[in-house]
Nanobody, 123 residues
Framework: QKQLTESGGGLVDIGGSLTLSCVASRLDLSDYSVAWFRQAPGSEREFVGAISRSGHDIYYGASVKGRFFISRDDAKKTAYLRMNNLKPEDTAVYSC????????????????WGRGTQVTVSS
């Protein structure tokens, strides 16, 4: 079945960096825009950012702009979220989602979601 699998989460110190991966199975990632979301305990899901199918358009949420960077490698069926200068408030479960022929914006029409990977920033 078609699915997305995130990895790369873990425990990191304040100011540290992590790179998350989102690997697509049984779907051609090049047909999809990719978005990243996060959800902290007791909080609503927050849009982190999205990348277009071409990779030329990338949009970030205000809380991560300038610290987080999204990229993609369609040959590897993988999208990435590079997180720098991590803060305790970045602690959350991070998930990726894809939209068929979508754009680099927050959408309500994602076709598939991953189950997420936990990122914990130690204070």
């Amino acid at each position: 079945q078609k699915q997305l699998t995130e990895s790369g989460g873990g425990l990191v110190d304040i100011g540290g960096s992590l790179t998350l991966s989102c690997v697509a199975s049984r779907l051609d990632l090049s047909d999809y825009s990719v978005a990243w979301f996060r959800q902290a305990p007791g909080s609503e899901r927050e849009f982190v950012g999205a990348i277009s199918r071409s990779g030329h358009d990338i949009y970030y949420g205000a809380s991560v702009k300038g610290r987080f960077f999204i990229s993609r490698d369609d040959a590897k069926k993988t999208a990435y979220l590079r997180m720098n200068n991590l803060k305790p408030e970045d602690t959350a479960v991070y998930s990726c989602a894809v939209e068929f022929f979508g754009a680099a914006i927050q959408s309500n029409n994602y076709d598939y979601w991953g189950r997420g990977t936990q990122v914990t920033v130690s204070s």
